[in-house]
């Protein structure tokens, strides 16, 4: 089973950077890295865990919701097995915990539901202020 660590959360004013990363390690031996899906969610507190990008670790297609288009930036360091998300421009509602996510295949890569899932980091607070 794959393990996914997230790192990189922390404060930052509206307008802000930051830079998330999620270490992931675990695999199956002769499983092959690039057929899986990595993805990235936050789940603001009351709110349900919410898809925000994906990439295909075998072709780098990347995909992102409506919300975080042209702002954040999924991006993959295969060498590393490290997924990294790039935010800009953070909005106070950018705020919640943010969730590092692999499945096998591309299936849905383009808009994973929490139940697709088969692996999850521990999440890593983010908070924006005004």
């Known amino acids: 089973r794959v393990q996914l660590v997230e790192s990189g959360g922390g404060s930052e004013q509206a307008g802000g950077s930051l830079r998330l990363s999620c270490a992931a390690s675990?695999?199956?031996?002769?499983?092959?890295?690039?057929?899986?899906?990595m993805a990235w969610f936050r789940q603001a507190p009351g709110k349900e865990r919410e898809w925000l990008a994906g990439?295909?670790?075998?072709?780098?297609?990347?995909y992102y919701s409506d919300d975080v288009k042209g702002r954040f930036v999924i991006s993959q360091d295969n060498a590393k097995n490290t997924l990294f998300l790039q935010m800009s421009s953070l909005r106070p509602e950018d705020t919640g915990m943010y969730y590092c996510?692999?499945?096998?295949?591309?299936?849905?890569?383009?808009?994973?539901?929490?139940?697709?899932?088969?692996?999850w980091g521990q999440g890593t607070q983010v908070t924006v202020s005004s």
């Open positions: 675990g695999y199956d031996y002769g499983v092959q890295t690039d057929t899986f899906c």
């Open positions: 990439i295909y670790i075998g072709t780098g297609t990347t």
């Open positions: 996510a692999s499945k096998r295949g591309s299936f849905r890569c383009g808009s994973l539901d929490p139940v697709d899932v088969t692996s």
